[in-house]
Nanobody, 121 residues
Framework: QLQASGGGLVQAGGSLRLSCAASGRTFSRYAMGWFRQAPGKEREFVAGISRTRITIYYTDSVKGRFTISRDNAKNTVYLQMNSLKPEDTAVYYC????????????????WGQGTQVTVSS
């Protein structure tokens, strides 16, 4: 089970940190990803991190602004979001998969419930 939190309303240029806590499984066995879905748009990949943190990948639109990290001892993955823009407004989802990190949502096995991020201009 994945539980995402940390969303909210922030002004453009502000920051938020999302957290995704995992329970019921061996967290360190899973690659983790963050996705987002804006109104009227398809869900898109935002960032991913491998089990051992060796591989990290970001979609181009968030590079240099977002940072994904994980704490395997706390069974938690984070998404630090800085310099937020109105176009970052979306519901953000965390996801887990066995094996290597992936960027396609249909490659992930488990999903959190989503947390709303709203960036005002």
């Amino acid at each position: 089970q994945l539980q995402a939190s940390g969303g909210g309303l922030v002004q453009a240029g502000g920051s938020l940190r999302l957290s995704c806590a995992a329970s019921g499984r061996t967290f360190s066995r899973y690659a983790m990803g963050w996705f987002r879905q804006a109104p009227g748009k398809e869900r898109e990949f935002v960032a991913g991190i491998s089990r051992t943190r060796i591989t990290i990948y970001y979609t181009d639109s968030v590079k240099g602004r977002f940072t994904i990290s994980r704490d395997n001892a706390k069974n938690t993955v984070y998404l630090q979001m800085n310099s937020l823009k109105p176009e970052d407004t979306a519901v953000y989802y965390c996801a887990a998969r066995t094996g290597l990190m992936a960027t396609m949502d249909d490659e992930y096995d488990y999903w959190g419930q989503g947390t709303q991020v709203t960036v005002s201009s």
